[in-house]
C-alpha cells in the first residue's frame, strides 16, 4: 500500500512482558516518528528517525522504551517490562523531510497491558 | 518548548455551515510550522493543512482555510460548507524549523448535526 503500515493494530499484553511494535513507512520518505497517544489525548513525541539515525529520543519515557530503525526503513519500537501505564496508541508517523513537509500517519497500535 | 492550545473541546455544527476551530501557540523559535489534522473514530490522523510562519498569505486546501495571525500567535481552521463526514476530533500542531517533532494541543471534537 502507499500509507504507513503499523503492525499489529491491537496488542495485549501482561504487565513485565515485552512487546515490539512495528512501522513500515512509506517508500522514500526519509524521517520518521513515534508518538504515544492516550485516550482523549493528543499525540505525545517519543522519538524521531532521519534515515537510519535516531536524532531525538526526549520523548521516551523511560529505559524500558527503545526504537531501532537499523537500515532506514522499517521501524521498531520495544517496550520492556511493560507497565499499565504504557498502555496507549502508538502511532508512526513518516515524512520527506525537510522541515515544513507533512507527516503522514500509519493507523496505529493500540496496546493494552493488563 | 513549544505549546499548543485549544480551548474548543467539543463543538456542535448544523451541516452546511462554516466552522472554526481555535488554536493558539506559544514558541521562542523564529521560523516554524503549523499543521492540522483530523482524526476520525476509526482512529487514523490524517494532514489537512500547513502553514510556515513565513508564509504570508493564509494557507488554503479545497474547503479547509489557515486564518493565520502571526501578532496573535493563533492559527484557527476553517472549515467551510460542513458535511457529515467531517464529523471528528481535530488537532492542531506545530513544529519549529530544524526540528520536525510535532506538539500538538488536546483537541477539538466536531460533531456535525444533519
Known amino acids: 500500500g502507499a500509507g504507513v503500515s503499523q503492525s499489529p493494530r491491537y496488542k495485549v499484553a501482561k504487565r513485565g512482558q515485552d512487546v515490539a511494535l512495528r512501522c513500515d513507512p512509506i517508500?522514500?520518505?526519509?524521517?520518521l516518528f513515534w508518538y504515544q497517544q492516550a485516550l482523549g489525548q493528543g499525540p505525545e513525541f517519543l522519538t524521531y528517525?532521519?534515515?537510519?539515525?535516531?536524532?531525538?529520543k526526549s520523548g521516551l519515557p523511560s529505559d524500558r522504551f527503545f526504537a531501532e530503525r537499523p537500515e532506514g526503513s522499517v521501524s521498531t519500537l520495544k517496550i520492556q517490562r511493560t507497565q499499565q501505564e504504557d498502555s496507549a496508541v502508538y502511532l508512526c508517523a513518516s515524512s520527506l523531510g525537510p522541515t515544513g513537509q507533512p507527516q503522514h500517519f500509519g493507523d496505529g497500535t493500540r496496546l493494552s497491558i493488563l | 518548548a513549544q505549546k499548543i492550545t485549544q480551548t474548543q473541546p467539543g463543538m456542535f455544527v448544523q451541516e452546511k455551515e462554516a466552522v472554526t476551530l481555535d488554536c493558539t501557540y506559544d514558541t521562542s523559535d523564529q521560523s516554524y510550522g503549523l499543521f492540522w489534522y483530523k482524526q476520525p473514530s476509526s482512529g487514523e490522523m490524517i494532514f489537512l493543512i500547513y502553514q510556515g510562519s513565513y508564509d504570508e498569505q493564509n494557507a488554503t486546501e479545497g474547503r479547509y482555510s489557515l486564518n493565520f495571525q502571526k501578532a496573535r500567535k493563533s492559527a484557527n481552521l476553517v472549515i467551510s460548507a460542513s458535511q457529515l463526514g467531517d464529523s471528528a476530533m481535530y488537532f492542531c500542531a506545530m513544529s519549529p524549523f530544524g526540528n520536525e517533532k510535532l506538539t500538538f494541543g488536546t483537541g477539538t471534537r466536531l460533531t456535525i448535526i444533519p
Open positions: 517508500s522514500g520518505h526519509v524521517s
Open positions: 528517525f532521519q534515515n537510519e539515525a535516531q536524532l531525538d
